[in-house]
C-alpha cells in the first residue's frame, strides 16, 4: 500500500523522503512534522552537528494547500552542514560502522564514500516520512510514543546521564534498550497468510533498519523462553461493555502475525555509536599496516533519538497496514471502512 524511498548523504545538499500510497483529504499540519524532526535531534548525548542542524520540512509535493491529493508526497530537509566536497579522506575504518565491508562491496578508495550515505542521518528522512503517518493514524486515533529503558545498563534518568558523562570524558560510547508503545491500535492488522504480511515481522524488519540496531523484541520477546505456556498466555475474557480483553500483554499485541487490540510493544537494542573518539585497532587502507580506525564529529549515545526514529518506522508499518484493510484512495471512504468494520467486530 505505502511505499517510501529515501535519499541523501550526511553532509550532501540534503534529504529528501518521497512517501507514496497516501490517501487523498489527509490534512497535514507542517508544525507537527517539524516537532518530531525537534524531538529526533534531542537527547543526552548528542554531538556538536545537532547544533549546527535546524531540520525542518519543505513538502514539495503531493499537497494542495494543507490537504495530501493521494499523489506521491516528497519531503526536502535542507542540510546545514554541506561540506561533502571539502571533507578529509577516511582511510582506516571504525570497528562496527559500514567503513570496511562497504569500502570493499563499492570498490571505493575513501572510506567517506561509504559513510555519507550510511550515516545515521538518513534517519531524519525516515522520521519527516513516519510523521506523516502519524497525521494519518491520529485521525483513528492512533497514538505512538517511546521510552528508554536502559542505557549503558542504568535504568534511572539520573543514572543513565551519569553514565553517558561518564562515557563521554572517557572518549567512549553507550549504546541501550528501548520501547515503543502504539495504543488505539484495532484488532485485525497485518496476517497470518502469507510471511510478508506478518504485522510482527513488518515491525522487527523496520526495527532492524534502523542504523545501529542489533535485536528487536515484541512483548515478553526474550522472555518467552524462561517460562512455561500456562504463565505467559494472555488469558481471554469477554464483558458487554469491553468487548474481548485480556489482564495481561505478554503478545505486546501481537498474535499470529495480526495486531489483537492491546497495545502493540516493541523494544529495540542499539549497540555503542562506532565512532570512538579513542578509537579501537584497525587498518590504514593504503597500505594495509596497523593503524588506530578512524575519528570524526560524532554522538556519545543516541538511544533516545533511536527511540524516536523507531516511533517513526512504526508509524510507517502501522498506516501501510491500516490502509491494507481498509482501503487507501480516500480519507473518508477509509473512516466508513473502519466504522463498519467496528460496528461488525
Ligand atoms: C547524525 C548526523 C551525523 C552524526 C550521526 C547522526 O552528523 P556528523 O557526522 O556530521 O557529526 O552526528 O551519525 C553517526 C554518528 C553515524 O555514525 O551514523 C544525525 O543527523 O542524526
Known amino acids: ?11 550532501g545538499k540534503g534529504l529528501v523522503a518521497i512517501l507514496e500510497g497516501m490517501p487523498a483529504g489527509l490534512k497535514i499540519d507542517i508544525a507537527q512534522v517539524n516537532r518530531q524532526l525537534k524531538r529526533r535531534q534531542a537527547g543526552f548525548g548528542r554531538g556538536k552537528r545537532m547544533r549546527i542542524e535546524n531540520d525542518s520540512a519543505d513538502m514539495i509535493s503531493g499537497l494542495k494547500g494543507k490537504v495530501t491529493l493521494g499523489s506521491p508526497l516528497a519531503i526536502l530537509i535542507k542540510n546545514k552542514d554541506f561540506s561533502i566536497e571539502k571533507l578529509k579522506k577516511v582511510l582506516s575504518p571504525r570497528p562496527g560502522h559500514a567503513d570496511l565491508a562497504g569500502l570493499l562491496k ?7 564514500e561509504v559513510l555519507e550515505r550510511a550515516s545515521a542521518r538518513s534517519t531524519a528522512a525516515t522520521v519527516a516520512a513516519g510523521a506523516i503517518c502519524r497525521i494519518f493514524l491520529r485521525e483513528f486515533r492512533v497514538g505512538i510514543l517511546s521510552s528508554v529503558v536502559s542505557v549503558g545498563g542504568e535504568k534511572t534518568e539520573s543514572g543513565i546521564k551519569r553514565k553517558i558523562s561518564e562515557a563521554m570524558r572517557n572518549k567512549d560510547t553507550l549504546g541501550g534498550i528501548f520501547e515503543v508503545r502504539i495504543k488505539g491500535v484495532p484488532v485485525g492488522l497485518g496476517s497470518y497468510a502469507q510471511a510478508d504480511r506478518r504485522l510482527d515481522a513488518r515491525f ?16 515478553l520477546g526474550f522472555g518467552y523462553a524462561d517460562k512455561p505456556g500456562s504463565q505467559c498466555h494472555d488469558a481471554i475474557y469477554y464483558s458487554g461493555a469491553k468487548g474481548y480483553f485480556r489482564n495481561t500483554n505478554n503478545a505486546g499485541g501481537i498474535e499470529g502475525g495480526i495486531s489483537n487490540g492491546e497495545d502493540i510493544v516493541l523494544r529495540a537494542c542499539m549497540k555503542p555509536i562506532s565512532t570512538l573518539m579513542a578509537p579501537l585497532d584497525s587498518v590504514n587502507i593504503l597500505n594495509t599496516k596497523p593503524a588506530k580506525a578512524a575519528t570524526e564529529r560524532s554522538d556519545t549515545c543516541v538511544v533516545e533519538a533511536a527511540g524516536v526514529v523507531a516511533e517513526a518506522a512504526s508509524a510507517y508499518v502501522l498506516a501501510d497496514a491500516f490502509l491494507e484493510k481498509f482501503g487507501s484512495d480516500s480519507l473518508s471512504d477509509i473512516r466508513t471502512n473502519f466504522k463498519n468494520y467496528l460496528k461488525r467486530i
Open 1 to 11: 500500500m505505502l511505499r517510501l524511498l529515501t535519499a541523501g548523504e550526511s553532509h
Open 106 to 112: 563499492y570498490g571505493f578508495s575513501d572510506i567517506r
Open 204 to 219: 522487527a524488519q523496520a526495527l532492524m533498519a534502523i542504523p545501529g540496531i542489533k535485536a528487536v523484541e515484541v512483548g
